[in-house]
């Protein structure tokens, strides 16, 4: 059987449960495009899911706008709390640090050496400095705050580019996030009509490849 948890959500003074698939749960918060109907166990929403209580449809209403379980469990989903085990987790943050360490050694070197540094002694870096790994976060968007955190433990060096993203304007927010991850936004503008937006961002030269492909698959360009 798939492993059920509880999501859970505290707002407008009220607690809200709902019961999830564990896996698709998981899958949603990393990004991927997972149905809100494959996520849900139970079509329900609770105030005590362990004491049987359910929501009232007023009560709905006034929170969430709505009484659609859809969109109150992304809501409850995307806001609130989903159960985990340490051991998953563990998993999560392992797998999000070891992307984050491989990318580091193809794009930064030691400005002592111009050489780059080992795979383990970057793990050691991110390790010793308590560097904050998100779970649910795409590595790709903790990539700058990493190397920050470890500068202090791991001297690193890279040179930078400037570039123009230009997205459709219905990728703002993802482009937006995924782009703080890798470097500096210097300034953003929408087009007159509405329908683009452009960034000038200044990115380690080893992200261009990175950044160029992630933005070609939402239909978007990237100019030097």
């Known amino acids: 059987m798939t492993e059920t948890v509880l999501a859970r959500l505290e707002?407008?003074?009220?607690?809200?449960?709902?019961?999830?698939?564990?896996?698709?749960?998981?899958?949603?918060?990393?990004?991927?495009k997972?149905?809100?109907?494959?996520?849900?166990?139970?079509?329900e929403v609770f105030t005590d899911f362990k004491k049987g209580q359910k929501a009232s449809k007023s009560d709905l209403n006034s929170v969430f706008g709505t009484t659609d379980i859809y969109k109150i469990a992304e809501i409850i989903i995307r806001e609130g709390e989903v159960q985990i085990t340490a051991e998953r987790r563990k998993k999560l943050q392992e797998e999000k640090m070891n992307w984050i360490a491989s990318f580091i050694q193809k794009n930064y070197v030691d400005?002592?050496?111009?050489?780059?540094?080992?795979?383990?002694?970057?793990?050691s870096a991110i390790k010793e400095s308590k560097a904050k790994i998100d779970p649910f976060k795409e590595p790709e968007r903790q990539v700058k705050d990493v190397v920050e955190q470890i500068r202090k433990y791991l001297p690193l060096k890279s040179s930078k580019i400037k570039i123009k993203v230009i997205v459709p304007a219905s990728s703002w927010s993802e482009v937006r996030g995924f782009l703080k991850g890798q470097g500096d936004i210097l300034s953003e503008k929408w087009s007159e009509d509405g329908s683009t937006v452009s960034f000038h961002v200044e990115i380690p030269v080893g992200a261009q490849m990175l950044v160029t492909e992630r933005i070609g698959k939402i239909g978007g360009r990237v100019e030097l």
């Open 111 to 123: 400005p002592n050496t111009n050489a780059p540094h080992s795979l383990q002694r970057i793990i």
């Open 34 to 43: 997972i149905p809100i109907s494959d996520v849900i166990a139970l079509e």
């Open 11 to 32: 707002k407008g003074g009220k607690k809200f449960e709902i019961v999830v698939n564990a896996d698709k749960a998981y899958q949603l918060l990393e990004g991927k």
